[in-house]
């Protein structure tokens, strides 16, 4: 329409200018008109008529030049209204914008530590967007102290309060356990909050004694795409339960790994597995349940070379089971790993399967003795092979390794196998090839 305007005021311009400077043309023209009747001039009178008539039919001429102008302007622009117009490509929002990262919420699970403060103050510090990953504080026990601590944040946490206090009925034998029974109740309550009331679609789970490496965040972002389209995939953990500083090649931070045993001690989850799990929840020890064949139903977690939280909670429910013989040494990643900006495809099942099982088992094995004699920094991998359980056990121990077993599968293991460094040198504590599958009687 605008084009159309401009078009016949630029035509309607054009006649007048022309009709303006034909008008100047015939009057300036030399004897256009005869001047005034004087002695000098006696004929002026005489040409006056023939003169006007001859400008008459001058400026007829010129007013039908304008005319046929005018009718080539119209023309024109019919023509150009007639043609159609190319159909406008309307491009979809999603194709011109960026995918909006998932919002991924951490979920704190608390209760009458105060020192819950370590927690919150590196998980703030390091999280790239609170939009995109808002902290829950979920508080167990009613501790006046923790909770002060908690509301100190402010706006930029959430505190939620676990309703229900009182002591869980419990079988007798079982009385020293009830920690262990109001953490579970805890935790089926505090997801419930998150996937059923706030109805968010992924969460990380984190115990108020876990510190977060710097790319905590960046890890689990890259990981959750992942867990969304490999079914054989139900968590992502930052724990490597071998973590040890002296167990890790910490140059490579950038490894992951799938493990058959769920490590905990930060993890993520889909809403989906949720969906799954909370009918049977247990009433109690909810982290090893989690390790039994019928939830894990032969699927695996991503878990990485060197762990992205650590543990700095000695006093809990367990007394300190583990922590001064393993947790306390484990080493905390403190360099940026760009995990999402790297191809995390290869731990898709199939594709890790088959680079993962060829690396292992084309490695030359080598005795225990022959382990320890000397270092290996500059060596290749080597396979450690055990044929039961008490052979496992007794290489783990010798080598440092956690060696129980929960429904008979290795701490970190894959398919048995325990991926770890010894000396420099990477090293496979593995079954035979010809491994069939995890014996639950191991335990």
Not at 141 to 161: D, F, K, L, N
Not at 205 to 229: G, N
Not at 313 to 339: T, W
Not at 403 to 427: E, H, M, Q, T, W
Request: glycine letters at 6%; aromatic letters at 12%; proline letters at 8%.
């Amino acid at each position: 329409m605008l084009k159309k305007t401009s078009l016949a005021l630029w035509g309607a311009a054009l006649f007048l200018a022309w009709n303006g400077l034909l008008l100047l043309f015939l009057w300036s023209r030399p004897g256009a008109l005869p001047g005034p009747q004087t002695p000098q001039n006696p004929s002026a009178s005489r040409l006056l008529p023939a003169q006007l008539l001859q400008l008459a039919q001058d400026a007829e001429a010129e007013l039908r030049l304008q005319r046929e102008l005018l009718l080539q302007i119209q023309k024109f622009s019919q023509r150009r209204q007639k043609t159609p117009k190319p159909p406008r490509i309307v491009v979809p929002a999603a194709a011109t914008q960026p995918t909006e990262p998932p919002v991924i919420p951490v979920l704190v699970l608390a209760c009458d530590r105060s020192s819950v403060r370590r927690c919150l103050d590196k998980l703030l510090r390091y999280r790239p967007s609170a939009r995109r990953f808002p902290v829950i504080v979920s508080q167990d026990c009613g501790h006046a102290e923790t909770a002060r601590v908690i509301a100190s944040y402010g706006q930029a946490v959430a505190h939620i309060r676990q309703p229900d206090l009182s002591d869980v009925p419990v079988p007798p034998e079982h009385r020293k356990f009830q920690g262990y029974y109001k953490i579970s109740r805890h935790y089926r309550w505090a997801l419930g909050q998150v996937f059923r009331t706030f109805r968010y679609r992924a969460a990380i789970v984190v115990e108020d004694d876990l510190e977060v490496a710097p790319d905590f965040f960046e890890y689990f972002q890259a990981v959750l795409p992942l867990l969304q389209k490999d079914p054989s995939l139900w968590c992502a953990s930052a724990w490597n339960d071998n973590g040890k500083e002296a167990l890790v090649d910490a140059g490579r931070a950038e490894l992951l790994y799938r493990t058959d045993f769920f490590p905990g001690l930060g993890w993520l989850l889909l809403a989906e597995l949720w969906d799954e799990l909370e009918p049977k929840w247990p009433a109690a020890f909810w982290d090893d349940w989690m390790r039994q064949p019928e939830q894990r139903r032969g699927r695996s977690c991503v878990r990485p070379e060197v762990s992205r939280t650590m543990t700095f909670g000695r006093k809990g429910v367990s007394h300190g089971q583990f922590f001064d013989q393993y947790l306390k040494f484990i080493k905390l990643n403190d360099r940026f790993v760009p995990f999402t900006q790297m191809d995390l495809s290869y731990l898709k099942k199939d594709q890790y399967e088959r680079f993962f099982l060829q690396q292992v088992y084309s490695a030359p094995e080598v005795k225990l003795e022959e382990l320890q004699k000397e270092a290996g920094k500059d060596l290749g991998a080597v396979r450690l092979q055990y044929r039961g359980r008490d052979s496992f056990k007794a290489l783990a121990k010798a080598l440092g390794l956690m060696d129980d077993l929960k429904s008979g599968v290795p701490r970190a293991g894959y398919r048995g196998i325990v991926s770890f460094v010894c000396r420099g040198r990477r090293v496979f504590l593995a079954p035979p090839s010809d491994w069939t599958g995890y014996d639950p009687s191991w335990s």
